[in-house]
């Protein structure tokens, strides 16, 4: 298969588990006291446009008693110890691998979603594997992000003396999850592990994750009024970040900008494109198949894909090495085994394909100018990989990051430093300059520095993925305790 002409191999191709779900799930709210079904629900679609699942809609009324409650005092789990959270959190992670929760073992889960999200089987069940591991790493995590000369409690400080207690800066913490990775729902746990209490509002992409780890918490001991699931329209979600303590926001830039602005008096921590760059000084060659991995891994729309590749040596002969080796990416339905591309209904892959050919502009086409969309004739296609070739390094391409692999490669010049490299969740970086590696290191734009020995999307349990959320969270208070009690 050449470069400049991927074929469409996966039409008429469906997975091995042909069934899908006869009758529809009802998915309910998990509220404070028990599951709650309203009038008004969702339809989850998977990418062909069948029904799966309705989901419920909690009205703005409901959102708004729910979360005046919570902050009215701290949760059960507030008053645990970390190692008792800890004992939880463990057996949580267990559930959320191995139990039937809500009427779905783990291997239907795992289909339903890659159904719904597009996102290939064998990357939402890594996905899956990310949370659980999150999950019995959230402890170890939170102790990671401690400031050494904070205490845990009060009761850490001997009586008579002063030190800093590492205390929560709220009670309630909302999340206004995404549906592009199932892996999202790793980056909340730490707060859960903190004593939080937290609010989910699933994506209507992929509520599926978000119910299934509510559902593996509560079995594991977590009160109902700890951890809760909350789906609800957009209007409904203002007040979901209106009326918790701290929020987490997951989106592009529009959902990004319109919640950090803090028009809704609440913190908000955005986790918006990652725009991850890649940057390779001297030769090329022995770093392409990281490269590859990097853009199209995990299914190629992760946040945390490589979107930018600049290149020092040659950037037009690497391109079509990179068109080349991304083109025999086999396009298959989501549910299929072998799948390693996204998939979307036939109507929202065409939009992509016309918007990608709209923001290309003058880029020379390397890969997709005859097309992205392999349409199934179901009502769904994959979307095939892409490959541009542009002209500067600052090109506005650079920072364009599309749901499936899709790569800008720029020529780089060490004139121009970390410039092009700035504001990017990931930067990637392959070199033997030791000045220009701490550069980017320094860059407080650049959240993230890998040297090019493992993909952009790395990411063990442990590692910051946009700082410890625990910073968020948390705030160092000093305390003097009285020489008697306290």
Known sequence: MSASSATCAGAGVTGKDEARVATPLMIDALGPDKPYR?????????????????????????????????????????TLTLAERDKLLQQAALNFETARLGGI???????????????????????????????????????????QASVLT???????????????????????????????????????ALGYRVVVRPSHRDPLT?????????????????????????????????????????????????????????????????????LITGRWEPFLDLVVESVSGIGGASCLNATGVLIEQNAPEFAEALADRLSHLRPL???????ELPCRPIAEARTLEAFLRQRAGNAVSLLGHAGIVCDFGNGSAALLPAVHLVDSATAEQMAL??????????????????????????????????ALFAALVEEPSIRNVYALDRPTWWLPPGIPHDGFLAEFLMRSAAVARPHKGG
């Open 154 to 192: 009060r009761l850490d400080i001997a009586p008579g003396s002063a030190a800093a207690v590492w205390r929560r800066r709220g009670r309630v913490l909302g999340v206004n999850a995404s549906g592009n990775h199932p892996a999202v729902h790793s980056l909340w746990l730490e707060a859960l």
């Open 38 to 78: 309203s009038r008004k629900r969702g339809l989850i679609c998977d990418v062909s446009g069948q029904n799966v699942a309705e989901l419920t809609h909690v009205p703005a009324l409901y959102m708004a008693r729910t979360l005046d409650r919570l902050r009215s005092e701290s949760g059960v789990a507030a």
């Open 333 to 339: 339905p989501p549910d299929h085994e072998m799948a």
């Open 401 to 434: 990051e599309l749901p499936f692999p899709c790569a800008w490669v720029a020529p780089w010049s060490r004139s121009l430093g970390t410039l092009p490299l700035r504001d990017s969740l990931v930067v990637g970086v392959a070199t033997d300059d030791d």
């Open 210 to 278: 978000a119910y299934r780890l509510v559902l593996a918490l509560r079995a594991a001991g977590f009160a109902d009024d700890d951890v809760l699931f909350l789906p609800c329209d957009y209007g409904v979600a203002d007040e979901l970040v209106r009326g918790v303590d701290l929020a987490i926001v997951f989106g592009g830039d529009a959902v990004v900008s319109r919640y950090a602005g803090g028009w809704l008096n609440t913190p908000v921590l955005p986790q918006g494109p990652g725009r991850v760059k890649v």
């Open 105 to 147: 073992g783990p291997e239907e889960h795992h289909r339903l979603v890659a159904l719904t999200s597009g996102l290939p089987v064998s990357v939402v069940r890594a996905g899956a594997a990310t949370v659980a591991d999150a999950c019995r790493g959230a402890v170890k995590t939170v102790e990671s992000a401690r400031p």
